[in-house]
């Protein structure tokens, strides 16, 4: 297994990864942007032995409201919910939002269909040195760079029905990059992230699906696989899910 993902991870250097801060810079500049929402796919089909399937639920939150940047409302019994598209500058918003209600704030509830893995590594980061859970609400969606941010929990719950997918990284800027680019782009950030998945104890084998599915459709995670990588820590429920 482990032979076969650092292979995974030498070969990443063909893949196209999101860069979301320059995109959404570029994009900024234009006339009749709104900065403050993303044009990156909510819900992709799934892809399971290699045919793209529908998710396991429909997400009961809407695309529009995925769509929007990141917002945080505090909730009562210290969960802190974080929905929308994680926009360049959303760790910062919620770095500015634990300073100012940490105290009260024992749990980051995900509702996101991804975005800046640079903004989920510090969000996930933040979480954790905070000694923070993380949770992933029925029929709410943790998808494509969210699963990072939801690593970083200390205790880690996904509810029945929730909806968690992986997929790879990619380039979405203006310019398209040079092969070297690309590689030496694709190769630093599979890296970054195995690192911080490994220092969360996420299992290797997580990653290796996000490796193998393109960046316009999502793997859709079991329960069974949640327990398998430790991506959850109440394995019990789980496999009652699996059942």
């Given at each position: 297994m482990r032979g076969a993902f650092f292979g995974l991870l030498a070969a990443a250097g063909t893949f196209l990864f999101?860069?979301?801060?320059?995109?959404?810079l570029a994009r900024a500049a234009l006339p009749g942007h709104d900065p403050m929402t993303t044009d990156a796919p909510v819900l992709p089909p799934a892809?399971?032995?290699?045919?793209?399937?529908?998710?396991?639920?429909?997400?009961?939150?809407?695309?529009?409201?995925?769509?929007?940047?990141?917002?945080?409302?505090?909730?009562p019994g210290g969960q802190l919910k974080a929905e929308g598209s994680i926009d360049p500058g959303a760790a910062d918003r919620f770095a500015e939002e634990i300073a100012a209600r940490g105290e009260y704030v024992k749990e980051v509830s995900l509702n996101s269909p991804g975005g800046s893995v640079d903004d989920a590594l510090?969000?996930?980061?933040?979480?954790?040195?905070?000694?923070?859970?993380?949770?992933?609400?029925?029929?709410?969606?943790?998808?494509?760079?969210?699963?990072?941010?939801?690593?970083?929990?200390v205790a880690r719950e996904a509810e029945e029905n929730a909806i968690l997918g992986v997929h790879q990284v990619f380039n979405a800027g203006q310019e398209r990059p040079s092969p070297e680019q690309a590689m030496s782009a694709a190769q630093s950030t599979t890296a970054r992230i195995t690192r911080h998945l490994g220092e969360m104890g996420i299992g290797?084998?997580?990653?290796?699906?996000?490796?193998e599915t393109p960046p316009d459709r999502l793997y859709y995670l079991t329960p069974k696989e949640m327990v398998e990588y430790k991506l959850i820590t109440a394995p019990q429920a789980a496999a009652k899910q699996a059942d």
């Amino acid at each position: 297994m482990r032979g076969a993902f650092f292979g995974l991870l030498a070969a990443a250097g063909t893949f196209l990864f999101v860069d979301l801060r320059e995109m959404s810079l570029a994009r900024a500049a234009l006339p009749g942007h709104d900065p403050m929402t993303t044009d990156a796919p909510v819900l992709p089909p799934a892809l399971t032995d290699g045919v793209p399937q529908a998710p396991p639920v429909e997400p009961e939150a809407s695309r529009e409201v995925l769509r929007q940047a990141m917002r945080f409302e505090l909730l009562p019994g210290g969960q802190l919910k974080a929905e929308g598209s994680i926009d360049p500058g959303a760790a910062d918003r919620f770095a500015e939002e634990i300073a100012a209600r940490g105290e009260y704030v024992k749990e980051v509830s995900l509702n996101s269909p991804g975005g800046s893995v640079d903004d989920a590594l510090a969000m996930s980061a933040l979480i954790r040195e905070q000694g923070l859970s993380t949770r992933v609400a029925a029929k709410s969606l943790c998808a494509s760079s969210c699963p990072l941010i939801f690593a970083g929990g200390v205790a880690r719950e996904a509810e029945e029905n929730a909806i968690l997918g992986v997929h790879q990284v990619f380039n979405a800027g203006q310019e398209r990059p040079s092969p070297e680019q690309a590689m030496s782009a694709a190769q630093s950030t599979t890296a970054r992230i195995t690192r911080h998945l490994g220092e969360m104890g996420i299992g290797e084998g997580l990653w290796m699906h996000a490796l193998e599915t393109p960046p316009d459709r999502l793997y859709y995670l079991t329960p069974k696989e949640m327990v398998e990588y430790k991506l959850i820590t109440a394995p019990q429920a789980a496999a009652k899910q699996a059942d």
